[in-house]
């Protein structure tokens, strides 16, 4: 059990939905990914996506897209990200995903990834344009390593595909809350409670819902049927907004990331407290 699936087993016990925020490493600067990550953490995140840069993220929206280019720019590199990582755990257990694009873990080199990830500290993988279909050399090295390997689902999904992702998926399913890109949206869509109870009766993996999800009332929402609520464009435009500024940034975080602790049924000192 690695620590994705131990926090879930955790979170389960105390009645809470687990809080995930994403941030795209390097933005705004390497340096200060770690100090984000633990500020995210001490505010009542359960888990962290830690976004590696990419030059054609298709899958994100414009706030994320910015956040690759910032981050690029700066200098980072699927390198440094693990070395960000290494940063992190020296202070902090709180579990990591890498979530990305095929390509740089590619041009890594998927043994050598995977068993650098692991080594740094990272607990599973998520990649975007990677289907299960073309998973199988990824999924045996990320076995070997002990890293969960993080599938998608969108509403789209037919149930032969809901299968398919919960044989091969490990830590938990990402049920994507809209057909389109990243982003924040207003609503959230009516059916995804149904959505949601149909594939737990498929897996027993926990099903965390993201995409479009940007404030307190979206999240009590969802942490009424999910396992996981994620939340990133929205974190993601505070750092744009006040990157330049650390102590305001931090200060902005820790505002808004409690804001959407309380909803998933605990306040960040439990929740860290449960850490």
């Known amino acids: 059990m690695n ?91 709180i579990p990591i995903i890498l979530f990305g694009y095929y390509n740089p873990f590619l041009s890594y080199g998927l043994e050598k990834f995977s068993s650098d990830a692991a080594e740094a500290g990272a607990d599973g993988v998520l990649v975007v344009d990677l289907p299960p279909e073309e998973a199988p050399e ?55 409670d149904s959505l949601c109870s149909e594939i737990k009766k498929t897996t027993r993996l926990p099903v965390g819902v993201g995409f479009g999800i940007s404030s307190p009332e979206q999240v009590e929402s969802i942490s009424s049927f999910a396992d996981a609520v994620i939340v990133g464009s929205a974190i993601v435009r505070i750092i744009e907004k006040h990157g330049q500024d650390k102590d305001a940034l931090l200060e902005k975080l820790s505002d808004f990331v409690g804001s959407l602790s309380a909803p998933c049924g605990g306040t960040p000192e439990e929740a860290l407290s449960e850490a």
Do not use: C, W
């Open 138 to 192: 990824f999924k045996v090295h990320a076995d070997k390593a002990g890293l969960n390997l993080i599938f998608l689902l969108a509403p789209t999904s037919t149930h032969e595909r809901v299968n398919l992702i919960a044989e091969h998926a490990s830590g938990f399913v990402y049920l994507v809350s809209v057909t389109g890109v990243t982003g924040g949206r207003t609503q959230v869509d009516g059916s995804l």
């Open 3 to 93: 620590r994705i699936e131990k926090k879930f087993r955790e979170l389960n016990d105390k009645g809470r939905t687990a809080l995930v925020t994403y941030i795209t490493a390097g933005d705004p600067s390497i340096e200060m990914t770690p100090d984000i990550v633990l500020k995210l953490e001490e505010s009542g995140a359960d888990i962290i996506e830690l976004g590696v840069p990419f030059s054609d993220p298709m899958a994100d929206g414009p706030v994320i897209q910015l956040a690759s280019e910032r981050a690029l720019k700066s200098g980072t590199t699927l390198k440094s990200v693990l070395e960000s990582v290494k940063s992190i755990r020296k202070h902090s257990d």
